[in-house]
T-cell receptor
Framework: GAGVSQTPSNKVTEKGKYVELRCDPISGHTALYWYRQSLGQGPEFLIYFQGTGAADDSGLPNDRFFAVRPEGSVSTLKIQRTERGDSAVYLC????????????FGQGTRLTVV | AQSVTQPDIHITVSEGASLELRCNYSYGATPYLFWYVQSPGQGLQLLLKYFSGDTLVQGIKGFEAEFKRSQSSFNLRKPSVHWSDAAEYFCAVGGNSGNTPLVFGKGTRLSVIA
């Protein structure tokens, strides 16, 4: 597609439920990133994929969060047993691999846990 | 560890006035530096980037930024602000591997008054 697409744009869920957030990167971009942006803060890194594998997952806050990218394109961020503190905008970005590259961001999924 | 400081949480300028948004970074090697803009309900849009070479970089929408290694700064400037520039601005730093996940500052909110 023309840009990074994230679905849904908004998600409201009850505390304790499981949610999945989807990211469709720019075609041909093998690098994919997930960030989380809380109110009044800058985006914080969660996880980075090179192809199908997670190259760096050091930003995942705990084991309730995990992400997959089984075919090296679409990625899903999964959150188990959601908590109110998980409420944030989840941003996805993609880029080409190599030096002098830039990341292109989607519009994000706003997750609200009630 | 990498870090980015944007000292100004909120700045208000008059339309037509000049603008400078401050950004200081901490990074152990030559950084990749970025400025992104985020309008309400929108994703992050890249304004400009510095990878190497000329320390004064030009971006979109009439913005420019200057990399000053001695001051660990990458301040964003615009000679004449337009009302449509009102948004949140984020400075970010990445490593020179090209795909290192970005570390963002907390952002500066720009308001433009008539």
């Amino acid at each position: 597609g023309a840009g990074v697409s994230q679905t849904p744009s908004n998600k409201v869920t009850e505390k304790g439920k499981y949610v999945e957030l989807r990211c469709d990167p720019i075609s041909g971009h093998t690098a994919l990133y997930w960030y989380r942006q809380s109110l009044g803060q800058g985006p914080e890194f969660l996880i980075y994929f090179q192809g199908t594998g997670a190259a760096d997952d050091s930003g995942l806050p705990n084991d309730r969060f995990f992400a997959v990218r089984p075919e090296g394109s679409v990625s899903t961020l999964k959150i188990q047993r959601t908590e109110r503190g998980d409420s944030a905008v989840y941003l996805c970005a993609s880029s080409l691999v190599g030096g002098n590259t830039e990341a292109f961001f989607g519009q994000g999924t706003r997750l609200t846990v009630v | 560890a990498q870090s980015v400081t944007q000292p100004d949480i909120h700045i208000t300028v008059s339309e037509g006035a000049s603008l400078e948004l401050r950004c200081n970074y901490s990074y152990g090697a030559t950084p990749y530096l970025f400025w992104y803009v985020q309008s309400p309900g929108q994703g992050l849009q890249l304004l400009l980037k510095y990878f190497s070479g000329d320390t004064l970089v030009q971006g979109i929408k009439g913005f420019e930024a200057e990399f000053k290694r001695s001051q660990s700064s990458f301040n964003l400037r615009k000679p004449s602000v337009h009302w449509s520039d009102a948004a949140e601005y984020f400075c970010a730093v990445g490593g020179n591997s090209g795909n290192t996940p970005l570390v963002f500052g907390k952002g500066t909110r720009l308001s433009v008054i008539a």
